[in-house]
């Protein structure tokens, strides 16, 4: 890129997505008053941010949006040294640390983090049509699937409608059991419908020990759900989905119509992470364990950090087994912000150190078990009124408070 134009705004600190990660990060920083005065510009395209964690609530209105989503923006200005800036990053020149937007804007900084996260989006170059399949972890995702059930459950919809769920890890399970507690609560303008849920390896929860998979698939039976393990899906038709029943011994393809079909198998990074010029690795952002950026040959990128899922730390060449999930997000959170103050005022930086594992809570329509290692809890009411107390100490952590 040739030298700066006037037009190109600068900054102390710019942070690339404004979700789970970035809003950490930004609420780290102000905890300390070196942090405070930094002036600070948050990029995302979203201003509002829905609870992930209880995104099938979400779907289905158990939860309303207005007890489960953060007003990010009123958040991030509520101090005057920050600056939301809704818009679409498209490139970022890492080693310039400029990062430029889809509408033309440049900006500058000394301290970039990126913090674009995942995508749950199917893998159109692997299943022929599964690109028609949607998927819900967004607002305007949950939106378009709330939209397609109203339809297809009103009167004068197909007879018998069937929505068919991809993937029997905790997202599949989720909400193919929000699916079929939405069923039941059918009435005259909102017809009930069966719900497929697809699962390729021989049990649900792969990622969970054996007992909370066999309680996820007692659980989705006994409300209703059409449970296929050992299946996979090979194609996407306009009219339903092909199979491959009963892999990998007796593998038989079955035909399977579908009016609707739920992609739940699992994040990819999004496309924008190859366009920042930082290291990858599937995809992933690669970082050391401080969680500054690597380039291609593994050398440390000056002033950008990663954190989040779109960061993959590698360490004497492996590649550590971060969970991809909301408490890890905190943690990598912690020690960039830490890390950014460091580089500014040239102190020592913070290692991120590795946990694989936490307890997990799996919600399954009217059930819910708490999943740690080897241990399950299946206590229903409690694990759901747990699961909201922990969304509303979450959005306490970031409740706008007054300008200063
Ligand atoms: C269905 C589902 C259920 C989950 N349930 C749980 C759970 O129960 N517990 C748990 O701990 N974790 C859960 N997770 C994981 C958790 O949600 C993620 O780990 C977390 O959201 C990652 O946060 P992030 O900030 O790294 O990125 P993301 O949440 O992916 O956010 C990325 C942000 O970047 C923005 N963005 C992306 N690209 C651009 C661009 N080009 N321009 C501008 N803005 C952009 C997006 O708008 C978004 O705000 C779940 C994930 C999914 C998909």
């Not at 395209?45 to 939860?63: A, D, F």
């Not at 909370?212 to 009219?239: F, N, P, W």
Request: aromatic fraction near 4%.
């Amino acid at each position: 890129m040739s030298s700066p134009s006037p037009a190109v705004e600068r900054y102390d600190v710019i942070i690339l997505g404004a979700s789970m990660a970035g809003i950490e990060v930004l609420y780290q920083l102000r905890r300390k008053r070196r942090g405070r005065t930094l002036r600070v510009a948050v990029v995302d395209r979203q201003e509002v941010h829905g609870y992930i964690p209880l995104c099938q609530e979400r779907l289905s209105r158990r939860l309303h949006d207005a007890s489960a989503r953060l007003h990010t923006a009123g958040y991030v200005t509520s101090s005057q040294h920050t600056e939301m800036i809704v818009g679409t990053v498209a490139r970022m020149n890492s080693v310039a640390r400029r990062v430029l937007l889809a509408d033309g804007r440049a900006l500058d900084a000394r301290i970039i983090v990126v913090a674009l996260g995942s995508v749950l989006a199917p893998p159109a170059d692997r299943i022929p049509g599964v690109e028609g399949a949607l998927a819900v972890k967004f607002d305007h995702e949950a939106q378009e699937v709330r939209e397609r059930l109203q339809r297809l459950r009103a009167p004068g919809g197909p007879e018998q409608p069937r929505v068919v769920v991809v993937g029997g890890g905790i997202s599949g399970v989720e909400m193919a059991g929000e699916l079929a507690w939405m069923s039941q609560r059918s009435d005259d303008l909102q017809r009930p419908f069966e719900v497929t849920l697809l699962h390729s390896g021989p049990r649900l929860l792969p990622a969970l020990c054996e007992r909370a998979g066999a309680l996820a698939a007692e659980h989705l039976e006994a409300q209703g759900v059409d449970l296929r393990v050992r299946a996979r899906l090979t194609q996407m038709r306009s009219d339903g989905v092909v199979i491959e029943d009963r892999v990998p011994t007796s593998p038989e393809q079955l035909d399977m119509p579908a009016d609707l079909v739920i992609w739940a198998g699992g994040v990819r990074p999004p496309p924008v992470l190859d366009e920042l010029g930082v290291g990858q690795r599937d995809g992933w952002l690669t970082v050391d364990r401080e969680l500054r950026a690597l380039d291609a040959d593994g050398a440390a990128i000056e002033g950008v950090f990663v954190a989040g899922d779109a960061a993959c730390v590698v360490d004497e060449g492996g590649v550590w087994p971060t969970m991809k999930r909301a408490i890890e997000c905190l943690w990598q959170a912690k020690i960039a912000a830490k890390n950014i103050l460091a580089s500014l005022q040239g102190t020592p930086r913070r290692a991120h150190r590795l946990r694989e594992d936490f307890p997990h809570g799996v919600s399954i329509g009217a059930r819910s078990l708490v999943v740690y290692g080897p241990l399950v809890l299946d206590l229903p009411r409690i694990n759901t009124w747990f699961r909201r107390f922990l969304m509303r100490r979450y959005f306490a952590r970031y409740r706008a408070r007054a300008r200063g």
